[in-house]
């Protein structure tokens, strides 16, 4: 069993372009997660999803976007990248509510906008 | 609003002896907590977690202490081992609310001497 899976593992990207991070996981998990860690600090929530079908904004929305068309795939997009979307980007899912709310984290993707 | 933080962002400790990594937390509404060890270079993983019922929890090497009183909680660490060097995050959550979403605090660094 993978867990979750994430591409790439990492990118440097010129600023004004697009880029999708992708995250998978066959956990047959409800709920997805995307996360920005910026060095040295905690783990801020960009966007999430509680089901195939919908999703919902984070702490820190702003610049990117995200679709969740099944419930493993649940790709995070960057429309034009800025210098302040340099950091390191963690997937996470978790089981339904209310049976359980731990998070399982892919291995993260380091991105680098210059 | 919400709001989680660490007491200490660094702790160094001897091989051997026990750590504590202690955890405020604001949001008097927050009933579940979860602690989550990082490896250098990769994703946050799950510890132990601790629901509000309860005030202690073990796991293997490991002791979770809630005090709802003073929004306190705490991870014990016996026998510390230089495989235990990491950040540890605490998070807290609220059931009942969007399955899953958890506030992180910055982390603390632990760092054990041979």
């Known amino acids: 069993i993978a867990g979750i899976t994430q591409a790439p593992t990492s990118q440097i990207l010129a600023a004004g372009r697009r880029m999708t991070l992708r995250c998978t996981q066959d956990?047959?998990?409800?709920?997805m997660y995307w996360y920005r860690q910026d060095l040295g600090l905690g783990l801020r929530l960009i966007h999430y999803?509680?089901?195939?079908?919908?999703?919902g904004k984070g702490e820190v929305p702003d610049g990117y976007s995200v679709s969740r068309a099944n419930t493993d795939d649940f790709p995070l997009t960057l429309a034009s990248a800025v210098p302040s979307q340099t950091s390191v980007y963690f997937c996470?899912?978790?089981?339904?509510?209310?049976?359980?709310?731990?998070?399982?984290f892919g291995p993260g993707t380091r991105l680098t906008v210059t | 609003g919400e709001s989680v933080g660490l007491h200490l962002p660094t702790l160094s400790v001897q091989e051997g002896d026990n750590s504590i990594i202690n955890c405020a937390y604001s949001?008097?509404?927050?009933?579940?907590f979860i602690w989550y060890k990082q490896e250098s270079g990769k994703g946050p993983q799950f510890i132990i977690d601790?629901?509000?019922?309860?005030d202690k929890r073990q796991g293997q090497r490991v002791t979770v202490l809630l005090n709802k009183t003073v929004k306190h909680l705490s991870l014990q660490i016996a026998a510390t081992q230089p495989g235990d060097s990491a950040v540890y995050f605490c998070?807290?959550?609220?059931?009942?609310?969007?399955?899953?979403?958890?506030?992180f605090g910055d982390g603390t660094t632990l760092t054990v001497k041979p």
């Open positions: 996470a899912s978790s089981p339904s509510a209310p049976s359980s709310y731990e998070q399982y």
């Open positions: 956990m047959r998990h409800n709920a």
């Open positions: 999803s509680n089901t195939a079908g919908t999703t």
């Open positions: 949001n008097s509404a927050s009933d579940y």
């Open positions: 601790i629901r509000s019922n309860m």
């Open positions: 998070a807290e959550n609220i059931q009942n609310t969007n399955a899953g979403k958890s506030t």
